[in-house]
């Protein structure tokens, strides 16, 4: 059983930055690919990034250059660091695990998920 806890949402202003994490518990997923995925009110859950264990990652296009994804092994978290935020990155923020080495834009890919986390971006 793998259990996935984000955390760090909240209320910003457009412009502020804000950091993410997600704690992964239950097993080591240190072979497998971790992403964040997002999904704003009566849309659905889009992809923003992915990294595998290697360190290769994929971001959304809306995410090239104003987000990161990194992951720490050792503590077993996930994190995506968000600069210069807009109004429209509004969403709740999930993490989710797959498990294979290959990274996925495709959120049936991924069978673990956690809770999920508000951002407000504020104008």
């Known amino acids: 059983q793998v259990q996935l806890v984000e955390s760090g949402g909240g209320l910003v202003q457009a412009g502020d930055p804000l950091r993410l994490s997600c704690a992964v518990s239950g097993r080591t997923f240190s072979t497998w690919v971790t992403a964040w995925f997002r999904q704003a009110p009566g849309k659905e859950r889009d992809f923003v990034a992915a990294?595998?264990?290697?360190?290769?990652?994929n971001y959304a296009d809306s995410a090239k250059g104003r987000f990161t994804i990194s992951r720490d092994n050792a503590k077993n978290t996930i994190y995506l660091q968000m600069n210069s935020l807009k109004p429209e990155d509004t969403a709740v923020y999930y993490c989710?695990?797959?498990?294979?080495?290959?990274?996925?834009?495709?959120?049936?890919?991924?069978?673990?998920w956690g809770q999920g986390t508000q951002v407000t971006v504020s104008s």
């Open positions: 990294i595998n264990w290697g360190g290769i990652t």
């Open positions: 989710a695990l797959r498990r294979f080495s290959r990274n996925s834009n495709n959120h049936q890919m991924y069978t673990d």
